[in-house]
Structure formats: C-alpha cells, structure tokens
C-alpha cells in the first residue's frame, strides 16, 4: 500500500512515537528510493570553485557503498604550487558505533599524486607550476584536460544508473560547443539537446553516441577516454562547419541574365 503521512502539531494533541519516526524515516527513504539504482559517485553539488589560494567545495551529495554522505556546508581548503599533481579526494574513514547509533564520515583532503584507495574518491585534480595562476575556465572543450595550471573535474565519478559518467557541466560544455558548429547530423543535434536537457548523460548513452559517430564497435571507455573520443568528434564537426554567410561576390536573392 502506497502511503503519505503527515503529523499534525497542534496545542493540545498529544506526540505520539509513530509521528516522530515518520519525521525521523521519511527523508532516508525518499534518498534511498530516489537514488537507490545510482552508482556510486556524486549525486548532486560538490562544485568546486577555485580561488586565488583556496578550492571551496559547494554543499552536495556523494554515495559510497551504498551509503548517501551530504556535505552541508561550503568547504574550503588551501593550495600550493608544487609542480607535481594534486587530487582533491574524499576519504571515507572506518564507522563510528554507538549503542543507539551508527555512524559514517568522509574527509575531504588535498593529497599529492598518489593512487586512489578502495575508501576513497576524487573530486579533481590539477598540476600547478610555481609562479603560475590556477585557472578554471576553459578556451574549449579540449582545453578541459590541459595538464598544467588548469583545474579538471575529468576523474570524478558522477553518479548514475549502473555506473558512474561524466559530470552534466561537462556534457553541457561539449553540447554547446556542437550546436555552435552548425552540424546538420541528427546524432549530434539530438545528443547535444539531451546533455542540455538532461540531469545526468549516462555513460552507455555517451558510448554509444561515440560508436556512431566514429563508426566503430561499442566501447567501454575511461572518464579520459571518454574526453578524448567526444573532442575528436567535435574537432571534426568544426572541420565541417560551413560559412553562415554568401560569397561576398554573391548578392542574395538576384539572377543577371544576357
């Protein structure tokens, strides 16, 4: 039976303990059943925006093990220049067990290049020389994964259903950046309004989008991969993109006839 319960507070009216647990319960349920077919990865928010000296990290949602962590405020951290790659990561320490209560923490670190653990999780990376400004905003799409003085999201995993993909900022960068190619091919007009459109562009969508485009057989590729085969396609489509205006010995709409 489908139900939707909402306590009454009134004066007068006594709390009964089936009206707590429904406050208790019902936001963990809905989360649960919202995102209980996601992979793991980051569910929502966890932008990060560099600063001069600092990256702030927004409010957001990861899942891990089956487990939604939120972080609830803004988080900041400082950074250096080191010349060597940094990874903002999340790690997930061991639970903390209470007689009327279990709980879970993650922490969020800047660590230089190091593999990933089975606890932990990356939200980006970037290889900053000394002297040079850390920078966020992109030239185009391939710029996404230059590897100095450039902050890149590539690594993170997004959650989906069935496995993680790339982040919808990315997919709504490279849907931009084809629409203003001109391209008259129905894959790329229809992919480009779904990463608009979209919350989330699964990963099997992008693959297959790929495969048509370069005609070859469907592919299980990495985050980078995945970067680098959606560049191709749209360094092509800009190779294609015709002139928006006549020959300028042409005049529009007029025929001379001897």
Same mark, same amino acid.
């Given at each position: 039976?489908?139900?939707?319960?909402? /306590?009454?507070?009134?004066?007068?009216?006594?709390?009964?303990? $089936?009206?707590?647990?429904?406050?208790?319960?019902? /936001?963990?349920?809905?989360?649960?059943?919202? =995102?209980?077919?996601?992979?793991?990865?980051?569910?929502?928010?966890?932008?990060?925006?560099?600063?001069?000296?600092?990256? !702030?990290?927004?409010?957001?949602?990861?899942? +891990?093990?089956?487990?939604?962590?939120?972080? $609830?405020?803004? &988080?900041?951290?400082? &950074?250096? @220049?080191?010349?060597?790659?940094?990874?903002?990561?999340?790690?997930?320490?061991? /639970?903390?067990?209470?007689?009327? %209560?279990? %709980?879970?923490?993650?922490?969020?670190?800047?660590?230089?290049?190091?593999?990933?653990?089975?606890?932990? @999780?990356?939200?980006?990376?970037?290889?900053?020389? /000394?002297?040079?400004?850390?920078?966020?905003?992109?030239?185009?799409?391939?710029?996404?994964?230059?590897?100095?003085?450039?902050? %890149?999201?590539?690594? @993170?995993? =997004? !959650? !989906?259903?069935?496995?993680?993909?790339?982040?919808? $900022?990315?997919?709504?960068?490279?849907?931009?950046?084809?629409?203003?190619?001109?391209?008259?091919? @129905?894959?790329?007009?229809?992919?480009?309004?779904?990463?608009?459109?979209?919350?989330?562009?699964?990963?099997?969508?992008? +693959?297959?989008?790929?495969?048509?485009?370069?005609?070859?057989? &469907?592919?299980?590729?990495?985050?980078? +991969?995945?970067?680098? +085969?959606? %560049?191709?396609?749209?360094?092509?489509?800009?190779?294609?993109?015709?002139?928006?205006?006549h020959w300028s010995g042409a005049r529009s709409g007029r025929m001379i006839v001897d």
């Amino acid at each position: 039976m489908l139900v939707h319960i909402v /306590p009454r507070f009134e004066k007068g009216r006594i709390l009964r303990t $089936e009206m707590l647990e429904n406050l208790r319960d019902f /936001p963990r349920t809905f989360m649960d059943i919202s =995102y209980g077919e996601y992979s793991d990865g980051i569910v929502a928010g966890l932008k990060v925006a560099v600063g001069e000296h600092d990256l !702030a990290i927004s409010k957001g949602i990861f899942k +891990q093990a089956g487990r939604l962590y939120m972080l $609830e405020e803004e &988080y900041s951290l400082p &950074y250096i @220049a080191t010349g060597r790659t940094s990874i903002l990561k999340m790690i997930f320490l061991e /639970p903390t067990r209470r007689p009327d %209560s279990t %709980s879970y923490h993650a922490e969020i670190v800047l660590e230089e290049e190091g593999t990933l653990g089975l606890e932990e @999780a990356e939200l980006g990376r970037f290889k900053l020389k /000394p002297g040079a400004v850390l920078r966020s905003e992109y030239q185009d799409f391939t710029d996404i994964a230059t590897e100095y003085n450039t902050w %890149s999201d590539l690594h @993170a995993p =997004y !959650a !989906a259903v069935q496995s993680p993909t790339l982040r919808p $900022e990315i997919m709504r960068y490279f849907a931009t950046e084809m629409l203003k190619t001109n391209s008259e091919e @129905a894959q790329d007009l229809v992919f480009s309004f779904m990463c608009l459109n979209s919350e989330r562009v699964s990963r099997e969508a992008i +693959q297959h989008y790929i495969s048509l485009k370069t005609g070859t057989e &469907y592919n299980h590729y990495s985050n980078i +991969q995945l970067h680098k +085969q959606l %560049s191709i396609i749209l360094d092509g489509a800009g190779r294609r993109k015709r002139p928006n205006a006549h020959w300028s010995g042409a005049r529009s709409g007029r025929m001379i006839v001897d």
